[in-house]
């Protein structure tokens, strides 16, 4: 079966450098959902997408911005990048209704 | 606001013995409930839900989880171990919100489970 996939699977970047993040979410989803995850910690959620729309906003900073494209793909646009935001980056999709949200595999970004 | 509490940063069982990783929940009205696994350098994996019904859910790889209002626990569970089950837990709850859309996940700390051979 189809899974949400994400790409880059590895990501390094320089302080105040940008960085792009893609998601691909399993077909048919109608919901997208990115979380960042620091080392030893649990998934804190950023931003989320219903139909294309922004529909929750969480502890995202004003550094980043995402959308949600015609053909249903996801972007997560990081700038001035700060080694705080060294971490792994999930995203996952779901059918709202459904409620169960399916993670793709993550991206790691290290900043140095 | 939502909250998720699992008490164990780490829980050492011998493989074929059950195991119980634990989770405690805050939320305003009634709410849903979910388990995911995460293998080393691998995105989660959903395990089960719990959104009404049954308090005992069952799910996938023979864990399930027992919904208690009362106590406002949703204990994962397994009979018998494997080697194979040891990863990192998440315990998490998202608000029965109305309308369409958003509906992010909280997740508590995690809980390593670490099956002994």
């Known amino acids: 079966a189809a899974g949400v996939i994400q790409s880059p699977r590895h990501l390094i970047k320089e302080k105040r450098e940008t960085a792009t993040l893609k998601c691909y979410p399993i077909?048919?989803?109608?919901?997208v959902y990115w979380y960042q995850q620091g080392p030893g910690q649990d998934p804190q959620f950023l931003i989320s997408?219903?139909?294309?729309?922004?529909?929750d906003k969480g502890s995202i900073p004003d550094r980043f911005s995402a959308q949600q494209f015609s053909d249903y793909h996801s972007e997560l646009n990081m700038s001035s990048l700060e080694l705080g935001d060294s971490a792994l980056y999930f995203c996952?999709?779901?059918?709202?209704?459904?409620?169960?949200?399916?993670f793709g595999a993550g991206t790691r970004l290290s900043v140095l | 606001a939502q909250s998720v509490a699992q008490p164990e940063d780490q829980v050492n069982v011998a493989e074929g013995n059950p195991l119980t990783v634990k989770c405690t929940y805050s939320v305003s009205g009634n709410p849903y409930l979910f388990w995911y696994v995460q293998y080393p350098n691998r995105g989660l994996q959903f395990l089960l839900k719990y959104i009404t019904g049954d308090n005992l859910v069952k799910g996938s790889y023979g864990f399930e989880a027992e919904f208690n209002k009362s106590q406002t626990s949703f204990h994962l569970k397994k009979p018998s171990a494997l080697v194979s089950d040891s990863a990192l837990y998440f315990c998490?709850?998202?608000?029965?919100?109305?309308?369409?859309?958003?509906?992010?996940?909280?997740f508590g700390k995690g809980t390593k489970l670490s099956v002994i051979p």
């Open positions: 996952a999709s779901e059918i709202w209704v459904r409620h169960i949200q399916y």
């Open positions: 998490a709850v998202r608000d029965r919100k109305s309308g369409a859309g958003s509906y992010q996940l909280t």
């Open positions: 077909p048919r989803h109608d919901t």
């Open positions: 997408f219903y139909e294309k729309m922004q529909s």
